[in-house]
């Protein structure tokens, strides 16, 4: 079944089952879930509400240990390899915009912005120069409309702010794959168009992949393919080939 070796997957998940234990309770809430993410692709995952999209992403994005299958990364099984490993990985291949934004408190924007960067610095795969990774932060601050609100801590932040923060680090270091969570969840309609723009042409214009989870229709279509989420499955048939 798997297709791993397939030069245009970058990011393969195969039969992915995820539990929460809640008490003395475990509760499986994705039930052998697969995906292929392929170079270049932007590639959208709708589903109801508590359908587990969000639980997929973290395990796709190597943020969360699924309890059984596999995520590949460039034909590399990742979940068995050394943590630190594992993290380095994820930092330079994976920018990850989560739907609760998670910025550190205690930062502010830009130093939110430049983390990714530090942590590179510090897994020695990238060199780390302070100066230059703020100049470059403030350059992408000024992009996403934040010019004026780059030493603003996340909550001297509106949730939009908040939300474009959180995109913009997730660009930061130019991963192959970005995975979006609801980015443009909090956002009015002109604001959204914006930062939709900005994502979709860095993604274009570096050939990575761009993996995102949408309620929005319209968003979805401009989307190369379209997977269902339901009740902890993809739908089988639910690849739909959005023509542009
Ligand atoms: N850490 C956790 N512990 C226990 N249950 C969890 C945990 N995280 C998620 N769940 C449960 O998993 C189910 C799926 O949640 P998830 O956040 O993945 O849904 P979703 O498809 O992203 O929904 P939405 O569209 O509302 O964001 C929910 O019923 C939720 O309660
Ligand atoms: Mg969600």
Known sequence: MSQATHKDCLLVAEGIR????????EIEILHGANLELRRSERLCLMGA????????????GLLEPPTEGRILLNGKSTWDLPMRERAALRNRHIGFVFQAYHLLPDLTA???????????GAYGTLPFVKREAEQEAAEILERFGLKDRLKHKPNQLSGGERQRVSIA???????????ADEPTGNLDTG????????????QQSRGASLLLVT????????????????????QADSSVVIPH
């Open 18 to 25: 995820k539990s929460f234990r809640i008490g003395d309770r």
């Open 49 to 60: 509400s508590g359908a587990g999209k969000s639980t997929f992403l973290h395990v796709l």
């Open 110 to 120: 830009l130093e939110n912005i430049i983390l990714p960067a530090r942590i590179a």
């Open 169 to 179: 680090r997730a660009l930061f270091l130019k991963p192959e794959i970005v995975i």
């Open 191 to 202: 604001t959204g168009e914006r930062v939709l723009e900005l994502l979709f042409h860095e």
């Open 215 to 234: 309620h929005d229709e319209r968003l979805a279509e401009r989307c190369d393919r379209v997977l269902m989420m339901e009740d902890g499955q993809i």
